[in-house]
């Protein structure tokens, strides 16, 4: 996702597009125009044809904007801020910077993606209407119709994080009066959806209709991914609101001297069996040594290294403060793929924040679902 570029910014929101969206814009431009439309309408020439399905999959793609730009919309008016949209292979996702704190919220947030697709496939459904049926135009809006309409609909499927299953959450969360319990349930319903489609995929490669099946079955497994990964994120963020980075880190922390022997500092790998040590000299941090750094040196000259000289040096670790939140050091973590990070005040290691310890705690509190 970190690839995607920006195409334009409307009402403040930045609107990102991923590249497996020109894929996508090639796949839909040439089916459309190869088979699609000549099957519909015959006699036109080949870059009408083209013309065609190259304006009618912008349509498609402004038709996904605005439905991601409702949500927005909504979600902003509702005084949540939209950080981005990301328009990627299946259409897009606006990303917002925190959940809504009421069912009512969310409702309206979720049900304004599909009213308006729903609202666009009427719109060219009117316009289609009342026109000759063999105008090129006619096709096209038969089409925009047809597909903002099967939006609209799958986009309705109670299965969490669809915005169908956000209704439900809503739903949910306005009688167990508890979001997390709510999106539990709501995720476990599109759990089986998810694996619906997955079992849907697998009778359709039996039937051998290979491209459907395995159609379905990726879009199913995406969606058991999609679900699992937004009820993590919840209870991730439930569990660790205002907790600081004090609470999360360890502060007994096994630390070496820079002046170490390389052969003293791998028995206390043995002893420990820690992946890295921190280097400290008077309470101060001066680095952190992994054995992936001794494994560099070669044995004989163990003896004769000092730790100082293959540790790296303090200023290049990812440090975090004890006063921090938790969760946004979690996140920077999981950014950058650390194991660990080293929590320092005034220059002095006060403890560690590893990713072992958090997740042991997320994994208590989602087995719990307890809420804070
Ligand atoms: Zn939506």
Known sequence: MNSSFRIARIFGINVDINPSWLLVFFLFSFTLSTHYFPGMIEGFDTAVYWSMGIITTLLIFASILLHELAHSLMAIRSGIPIKKITLFIFGGVAQMEKEPDQPGVELKIALVGPATSLGLALLAWLIYRPLPPDLAISSMMWFLARINFVVGVINLIPAFPLDGGRVLRAGLWHFMKSMLRATR?????????????????????????????????????????????????????????????????????????????????VEKFYRYKFGAFPVTYGGRLRGLVSYHQIREIPQEKWSETKTSQVMTPADQLAIASPHQEAVEVMMKMAAENLGRVLVVENGELVGILSRTDMMKLINLHMQLGTEK
């Open 185 to 265: 349930a709501a995720v476990a319903l599109g759990s089986v959806f998810a694996f619906l489609a997955i079992g849907l995929g697998f009778l359709l490669l039996f039937q051998m209709y290979w491209v459907w099946g395995l159609w379905y079955i990726f879009l199913g497994w995406m969606l058991y991914q999609a679900g699992q990964a937004s009820y993590t994120q919840l209870v991730f963020q439930q569990a660790f609101k205002g907790v600081s980075v004090s609470r999360g880190m360890s502060s007994e922390v096994q630390t070496v001297e820079p002046d170490l022997a390389l052969d003293r500092l």
